[in-house]
Nanobody, 121 residues
Framework: QVRLVESGGGLVQPGGSLRLSCAAS????????MGWYRQAPGKQRELVAR???????NYADSVKGRFTISRDNAKNTADLQMNSLKPEDTAVYYC???????????????WGQGIQVTVSS
């Protein structure tokens, strides 16, 4: 089994910053990708940012230039630095990872429990 632990959410004023952290642990041979998604009330879950092993990060157009994802392959962590936050960034943010349990195994996707980010004055 694989466990994802998220931290760092909360309430921030518009224009402020927050940093989300995600740590993966458990039965992991390798990680194909780590990323962050979000879901606002009444909306579908959407990709915020993700980074593949050995690849460049992908960002949603709505967060480009404001959010930065960083990944530590040795620690199996992925952080999301969120700057210039807007009220429309308010959502539950979910960490996602796709891992392999062995060199022979198929990729498996895991989700964190979600963490609330609220941008409001």
């Amino acid at each position: 089994q694989v466990r994802l632990v998220e931290s760092g959410g909360g309430l921030v004023q518009p224009g402020g910053s927050l940093r989300l952290s995600c740590a993966a642990s458990g039965d992991i041979f390798s990680i194909d990708v780590m990323g962050w998604y979000r879901q606002a009330p009444g909306k579908q879950r959407e990709l915020v940012a993700r980074v593949f092993s050995g690849g460049n990060p992908n960002y949603a157009d709505s967060v480009k230039g404001r959010f930065t994802i960083s990944r530590d392959n040795a620690k199996n962590t992925a952080d999301l630095q969120m700057n210039s936050l807007k009220p429309e960034d308010t959502a539950v943010y979910y960490c996602n990872t796709v891992v392999r349990r062995g060199s022979w195994s198929a990729p498996i996707s895991y989700w964190g429990q979600g963490i609330q980010v609220t941008v409001s004055s």
